[in-house]
């Protein structure tokens, strides 16, 4: 690679970037000092990992032990580096020599995914034991249980998603505590909540002001994670499958996902495209970070494996560029549960027998709660809902059970078995209280 980019692209970092103003993640506790192992910050693209590792960075300054001549940070993404090899990493470190007169002591490289045989460039330079490792990644191969047996404990990870609703509530300077919910306050946090249901927690979305904008940027992201993170990265020749297969989602989150109904669909729109085409590009698309797939729940994994899974966006403001919120906003709802059990690392399943209940949470191996969710229980669903929690509730041997609705709060009892109901947007927050204390 030519040595007078890098040298452009170290001296600018030195030289000439400043952090920008941050919005600090909450609940995500980072010592970069103190680190042993490599950090991978890992989650979609737009989710703030680049300004979580410049918190990091500043942490480092404000510490006043260090200086950005004790650190190091490249941007992978940068056009500059399109021919960056793995024998040019020695060469970026002696550039940074060059410039500052020693090595550095932190290395953040940022979508590190894109520097070819990233995972033994990572291991040989954590071999030496000079250099303080955080890397960031919008692939889910990046996770600690998908990275290649060279990092087993050399590695942890980080799952950086869009905001949380406590984070979009720091954001907008609204407070929360339990004692608020008895006062005024209270209708301040719902109508957030709305907003956060509709537009999602991407932070520059969140930082937005209209709709249209809105709209326009999460459009831009779709086409980036079309373009780059897709059709570039995995060499896609069937784009029209592609491109079908994602719009599709958009209609049809919160749902099972058939890869045998798909491949009919292209078939009867006079479009090929086979049912191993449809799983890979599905997979793609769960690497990228676009969805998040649930399996049906089941003991055996070979079950798991045979049935379809259901689908999830992984922001709902994505759910904006189908149908309209008002058209979709108990599956918009029921995807926002979905993606805070994600952002907390549990292991989920949905259930489905003679009737069926959205999630099944799994710790171990057994499951340890059920839950449903609608936009608000009417007698018209009423019996529906409760009875496919209550199916969940007997089959698994679970004592009680939660049903998530947009505003209702209650206690029931079905079958013999407790139903809490509960608002979504308090059960985001008391999760996060609980895990604090």
Not at 34 to 54: D, E, Q, S
Not at 239 to 260: G, H, K, N, P, Q
Not at 278 to 297: C, R, T
């Amino acid at each position: 690679m030519n040595r007078d980019s890098l040298l452009a692209i170290v001296a600018e970092w030195l030289e000439e970037t400043t952090i920008p103003p941050l919005v600090a993640r909450l609940g995500l506790q980072v010592d970069p000092d103190r680190l042993k192992r490599i950090l991978a910050i890992v989650g979609p693209r737009r989710a703030g990992k680049t300004y979580f590792m410049y918190q990091l960075i500043q942490s480092l300054l404000d510490a006043g032990q260090w200086t950005k001549q004790d650190i190091l940070f490249v941007d992978f993404e940068d056009y500059r580096l399109s021919g960056f090899s793995t024998e040019d990493v020695e060469e970026l470190l002696a550039v940074f020599q060059q410039l500052t007169g020693r090595y550095p002591h932190f290395l953040f490289l940022d979508e590190v995914q894109h520097l070819p045989d990233w995972g033994q460039v990572l291991r040989t330079l954590h071999n030496r034991r000079r250099f303080k490792i955080i890397v960031s990644g919008s692939n889910s191969r990046l996770l600690g249980q998908e990275v290649a047996t060279e990092l087993r404990g050399r590695y942890e990870d980080v799952r950086m998603l869009p905001f949380s609703f406590e984070e979009y509530l720091h954001y907008r300077e609204i407070s929360y505590r339990p004692a608020l919910l008895h006062t005024p306050a209270r209708g301040k946090i719902i109508a957030a909540f709305e907003e956060y249901l509709k537009h999602g927690g991407f932070p520059e979305v969140v930082m937005l002001t209209t709709s249209s904008e809105r709209r326009r940027l999460l459009q831009s992201y779709f086409r980036t994670i079309f373009y780059r993170d897709i059709l570039d990265r995995y060499h896609i020749k069937a784009r029209y499958v592609l491109d079908a297969l994602m719009r599709e989602i958009l209609e049809a989150f919160s749902e099972t996902f058939s890869i045998s109904r798909f491949e009919k669909h292209l078939k009867n729109s006079g479009l090929p495209g086979s049912k191993r085409t449809v799983a890979n590009y599905l997979h793609y698309l769960q690497e990228a970070f676009f969805i998040i797939a649930n399996e049906k729940f089941a003991y055996s994994p070979r079950r798991r494996i045979m049935n379809p899974k259901k689908v999830f966006l992984v922001d709902t403001g994505l759910a904006a560029l189908g149908r309209p919120f008002s058209e979709n906003r108990g599956k918009v709802l029921e995807n926002l549960v979905a993606i805070e059990l994600y952002r907390r690392g549990q292991e989920i399943y949905y259930f489905k027998d003679q009737n069926e209940c959205d999630f099944i949470v799994k710790v171990g191996p057994q499951p340890t709660g059920a839950i449903q969710v609608c936009w608000e229980l009417t007698p018209r669903n009423e019996k529906r809902e409760c009875a496919g929690l209550a199916e969940a509730l007997q089959t698994l041997d679970l004592e009680t059970g939660t049903i998530l609705t947009f505003a209702q709060a209650e206690e029931r009892e079905v079958g013999g078995r407790k139903i809490r109901v509960q608002p979504v947007w308090r059960w985001l927050l008391d999760t996060h209280s609980a895990s604090k204390e």
